[in-house]
């Protein structure tokens, strides 16, 4: 099966601050990769699909990059709101495997 | 507005069995793939199931494979998990999830606010 690696598993940043979460597929997936927030106790949200094309009503200081194996989640100006959890997700095939997870919070 | 309402989950001991339904309203039910994500407390997201639109196709996590059966009722709008054999490990907060595209390989889009299911002695 293919794995999903998140780096870092943790980070802490300022407000405005450009942040960048990747997400390394240990076989290549094409761009069947998918990027979700969760916020602390509340349902996942999607963020990104297909690598890169940004779900309806998500801001646009997010975005997404990459195919096949390594992808990356941007955030260009960290808001208080961001502070979450956010998991890539793989859909290519089963299984659907998703990341550890990258918890993002405010310095 | 879609929306998806799970329910099922409950305390259940090691070996037991439980159902977990999701109904679905808002959308063609129909058309659309559909999966179970679950997540243990602290814990992070874990992909358990997913099935075709037309029910014919089901797809398992090998922690699930052989003791979990995922179905749906088109007629009624609704996805069913079957769980048996449950185990420790099993406890998770479980979400339905509606697929992003009809048809199609796809992330998803909507998702229910969960079902707990607690498995202890």
């Known amino acids: 099966d293919i794995q999903m690696t998140q780096s870092p598993s943790s980070l802490s940043a300022s407000v405005g601050d450009r942040v960048t979460i990747t997400c390394r597929a240990s076989?290549?997936?094409?761009?069947?990769l998918a990027w979700y927030q969760q916020k602390p106790g509340n349902v996942p949200k999607l963020l990104i699909y297909?690598?890169?094309t940004l779900q309806s009503g998500v801001p646009s200081r997010f975005s997404g990059s990459g195919s096949g194996t390594d992808f990356t989640l941007t955030i260009s100006s960290l808001q208080p709101e961001d502070v979450a959890t956010y998991y890539c997700?793989?859909?290519?095939?089963?299984?659907?495997?998703f990341g550890q997870g990258t918890k993002v919070e405010i310095k | 507005e879609v929306q998806l309402l799970e329910s099922g989950g409950d305390l259940v001991q090691p070996g037991g069995s439980l159902r977990l339904s999701c109904a679905a309203s808002g959308f063609t039910f129909n058309s659309y793939g559909m999966s179970w994500v679950r997540q243990a407390p602290g814990k992070g997201l874990e992909w358990v199931s997913s099935i075709s639109r037309g029910g014919d196709t089901t797809y398992y996590a090998d922690s699930v494979k052989g003791r979990f059966t995922l179905s749906r009722d088109n007629s009624k709008n609704t996805l069913y998990l079957q769980m048996n054999s449950l185990r420790v490990e099993d406890t998770a907060l479980y979400y339905c999830a509606k697929k992003t595209v009809p048809g199609a390989i796809s992330a998803s889009d909507f998702w229910g606010q969960g079902t707990m299911v607690t498995v202890s002695s």
């Open positions: 076989q290549g997936i094409s761009n069947y």
């Open positions: 997700q793989k859909y290519n095939s089963a299984p659907w495997t």
């Open positions: 297909a690598a890169s």
